[in-house]
């Protein structure tokens, strides 16, 4: 079976400061990761996703995400946040070849002026 | 655009009356899913079709059913809403056999009262 931990429930920062969200997962297969964004009561929109390759992957609004086969972790980053930023963040993972993503609890990411 | 879209995106029901949520998509996939999210918490998988073949989780209650009459169209069905659950609601879709991406709907509101 699959997890996926997210240490961190809410993480505060200042505009225009740098974040990492940290991700680890745990599996016996090997599998496919994914970063979701969930803005306030609306559904969830993809990210990035690391499939296989390269391991630093780049997304959507200036997200990229780090693949660390040894440390199993999926950390997302982003060099300099905007208020627009304020979501929650999901980290998931599903084994590949199958159909049902494993999500993490979730970080709630505050960026205030 | 392809999509997938859910209605109603807020939803409102009596404790005990029956309540049919909706999803619809155009992107033409075989897999859909739905899931449940409680507040602050990651969302939950009850149950997916691949095709027509429909595959419940171990742990979703019987009081929640599914439909899928075509390709394009799932539906949620609660038979007796109890208070507990009252959830955001998210439809998605994936290709299978392609890279396990999701991609969501942007949910019901459920409330009841």
């Known amino acids: 079976a699959q997890s996926v931990t997210q240490l961190d429930s809410q993480v505060p920062v200042f505009e225009e400061a740098p974040v990492e969200l940290r991700c680890n997962y745990s599996?016996?297969?090997?599998?496919?990761l994914f970063w979701y964004v969930q803005y306030p009561n609306q559904g969830l929109q993809l990210l990035l996703k690391?499939?296989?390759?390269?391991?630093l992957v780049k997304g959507i609004n200036g997200f990229e995400a780090e693949f660390n086969k040894s440390q199993t972790s999926f950390h997302l980053r982003k060099p300099s946040v905007h208020i627009s930023d304020t979501a929650e963040y999901f980290c998931?993972?599903?084994?590949?070849?199958?159909?049902?993503?494993?999500f993490g609890t979730g970080t709630r990411l505050l960026v205030s002026p | 655009d392809a999509m997938v879209i859910q209605n109603p995106r807020y939803q409102v029901t009596q404790f005990g009356k029956p309540v049919t949520l909706s999803c619809s998509q155009t992107?033409?996939?075989?897999?859909m899913y739905w899931y449940q999210q409680k507040s602050s918490q990651a969302p939950k998988l009850l149950f997916h079709?691949?095709?027509?073949?429909?595959?419940n989780e171990a742990d979703t209650p019987d009081n929640f059913q599914s439909r899928r009459p075509n390709t394009s169209f799932c539906f949620l069905d609660i038979r007796s809403p109890g208070l507990g659950d009252a959830a955001m609601y998210l439809c998605?879709?994936?290709?299978?056999?392609?890279?396990?991406?999701?991609?969501f709907g942007p949910g019901t509101r459920l409330t009841v009262l």
């Open positions: 998605a879709t994936s290709l299978a056999g392609g890279l396990n991406e999701q991609f």
């Open positions: 599996s016996s297969v090997s599998v496919y």
């Open positions: 690391y499939l296989s390759g390269s391991t």
């Open positions: 998931a993972v599903t084994p590949q070849g199958f159909q049902k993503l494993v």
């Open positions: 992107l033409n996939h075989n897999v």
């Open positions: 079709y691949y095709d027509k073949d429909f595959n």
